[in-house]
């Protein structure tokens, strides 16, 4: 089965202090796609970030970097300099692709709040 | 182009009475999908469709149905509420399946 999991319920941090939050995922899967999205005070979703299970290579997006390890099934995301406007439920997510998963299920972890104090 | 709209926004519902939720996706996706999201556990996948015509359960489908007779609008509909479908629900749709998903802005609803 698959499975993602955010163990970090909530987190607090001060204005410019780093912050890392964890994504470890379970699949049987050879194939498969990882992903992060942000859910503002506002509700809506929002896209970060798709990798997927061939690239293996961290990524870094202005303040935003991922770090995506098959060996422990982990792709975490870490904020540098964090801000108030990164406030926000963050999840990340998983679907599968050649056995037993399905491309077109998303499975989403349970969410990680961060708040961010100024 | 508007991307995913959903309506309502809000509904309040007695238990028994049944609704339709809509959702429009402007973006010539094939892939469209209703999730629920609580407190504490995430989004689960209630239906999805990978193609005018289609539809698959998902995670927890029980007391919902869903049609998809274009290719630009899913359809959610609850047939007799109960207190415990209280959720807010949103619609994604993808180009196809692995990609990045486009959610609208959820509907909230309240089942008393």
């Known amino acids: 089965a698959q499975k993602v999991t955010q163990a970090q319920t909530e987190i607090s941090v001060v204005e410019k202090e780093d912050v890392t939050l964890d994504c470890v995922y379970e699949t049987r899967d050879t194939t498969y796609y990882l992903f992060w999205y942000k859910q503002p005070p506002s509700g809506e979703l929002v896209f970060l970030i798709r990798r997927n299970s061939f690239d293996e290579q961290n990524e870094i997006s202005g303040r935003y970097s991922w770090n995506f390890q098959k060996s422990t099934s982990s792709f975490n995301f870490t904020i540098t300099a964090s801000q108030v406007v990164d406030s926000a439920v963050y999840f990340c997510a998983l679907s599968g692709g050649n056995y037993g998963g399905a491309t077109n299920k998303l499975i989403f972890g349970t969410g990680t709040l961060l708040a961010v104090q100024p | 182009n508007a991307g995913v709209t959903q309506t309502p926004k809000f509904r309040v519902l007695k238990t028994g009475q049944s609704m339709t939720l809509l959702c429009a996706q402007d973006m010539n996706h094939e892939y469209m999908y209703w999730y629920r999201q609580d407190p504490g556990m995430g989004l689960r996948l209630i239906h999805y469709s990978v193609g005018e015509g289609t539809t698959a359960k998902g995670e927890v489908p029980d007391g919902y149905n869903v049609s998809r007779l274009k290719k630009q609008n899913f359809l959610l509909g609850l047939e007799s509420a109960a207190p415990s479908q209280t959720s807010v629900y949103f619609c994604?749709?993808?180009?196809?399946?692995?990609?990045?998903?486009?959610f609208g802005p959820g509907t909230r609803l309240t089942v008393l």
């Open positions: 994604a749709s993808s180009y196809q399946g692995g990609n990045e998903q486009f």
